[in-house]
């Protein structure tokens, strides 16, 4: 069924539905945010709660036009209706995403109020219609005049430096301590290997276990070390998933040049590959552990050094 074929009835019915899903939504936006963003949580209880008194405008309209029973209509069920993005099951929710969803939000909810009017012809459905979409544009003005508050108090900027910790936490630290100790520990098993044997395809597959091995190793070792209640770290496992693939990624780089036929060539690219590696962890702790860069590259310069002679070491022993 197509918007332009819908009934009064049908139109009302529809409104209901819209109303309530968006009341839902900005509880789940409240819901995700009051933890860490109580201000913004606080915005989006009160939205949710005037969403639910549409809700109620719309079904005692329904009501007094076509009596009890308010027919099933879905979004998905009509051509041409508004779609919404899940963006409510994003984790972790930042408010300045969940302010401009809320904004694109109503802008469309009025729009399909005004939409509305133009399909009805009982004055008084277009008289509740044309009061919810002017609602609808409040609504607008309420989430543009909260970001410029906030922006005035210094809400905003607090709130931002939350959200930058809580990535550092979340996933910039366990990133980090994957790509560490993929990239640093597997040197040696992997230029041992190679040095031994002089083997690509040997070496290759020794790289490849010792990273896949210690992905899951470090995935499952952040995962269990902290279920992130107290520490605000976030749910163990997302942190888990991170270090582990960090760990995997930062181990095959170096592993993958081995894939080549000369064994000359594929040690040259691992070690550039290596440098690499090296150079963006020092940036990471750089830009998010506010790490000098000298010292940072210092740090992990030497151990990286350090690892890789051991393993050419053992290897040519």
């Not at 968006?22 to 109580?38: E, K, M, N, S, V």
């Not at 992130?228 to 991170?242: D, E, I, M, T, Y």
Request: glycine share 10%; with cysteine; hydrophobic share 45%.
């Amino acid at each position: 069924m197509h918007f332009r074929e819908l009934t009064e009835p049908q139109l009302l019915a529809l409104a209901v539905s819209l109303e309530e899903e968006d009341g839902h939504i900005y509880g789940d936006f409240a819901d995700a945010l009051r933890a860490d963003f109580p201000v913004t949580a606080a915005l989006f209880t009160r939205m949710a709660a005037e969403e639910s008194d549409h809700r109620h405008r719309l079904i005692e309209g329904f009501r007094k036009q076509f009596g009890e029973h308010i027919p099933l209509m879905r979004r998905q069920d009509v051509k041409g209706f508004i779609q919404r993005r899940p963006t409510w099951l994003v984790r972790p929710m930042q408010p300045d995403k969940a302010r401009r969803a809320a904004a694109l939000m109503e802008l469309e909810s009025r729009r399909f109020y005004e939409a509305a009017i133009s399909q009805t012809k009982d004055a008084g459905i277009r008289q509740l219609l044309g009061d919810l979409a002017a609602e609808e544009q409040k609504h607008e003005d309420i989430v543009s005049s909260a970001e410029k508050e906030d922006a005035r108090t210094g809400v905003a900027e607090a709130e931002r430096e939350t959200a930058r910790r809580l990535l550092v936490l979340r996933v910039v630290q366990p990133g980090l301590a994957g790509l560490m100790d993929g990239s640093v520990s597997t040197l040696a098993p992997v230029f041992a290997a190679a040095f031994a044997t002089g083997n690509n395809p040997d070496t290759f597959r020794i790289g490849l276990a010792a990273s896949v091995g210690a992905g899951i190793s470090m995935g499952f070792a952040e995962a269990l070390s902290d279920d992130g209640k107290l520490s605000g770290r976030g749910g163990p496992w997302l942190r888990g998933f991170v270090c582990g693939l960090m760990t995997t990624v930062g181990g095959i780089g170096h592993t993958l040049p081995y894939l080549l036929p000369g064994f000359r060539e594929a040690t040259i690219l691992a070690v550039c590959v290596v440098t690499v590696e090296l150079a963006a962890i020092t940036w990471i702790r750089h830009r998010y552990m506010d790490t000098p860069v000298f010292s940072a590259a210092c740090q992990v310069g030497l151990g990286g050094a350090l690892v890789f002679a051991a393993g050419v070491a053992i290897g040519r022993s």
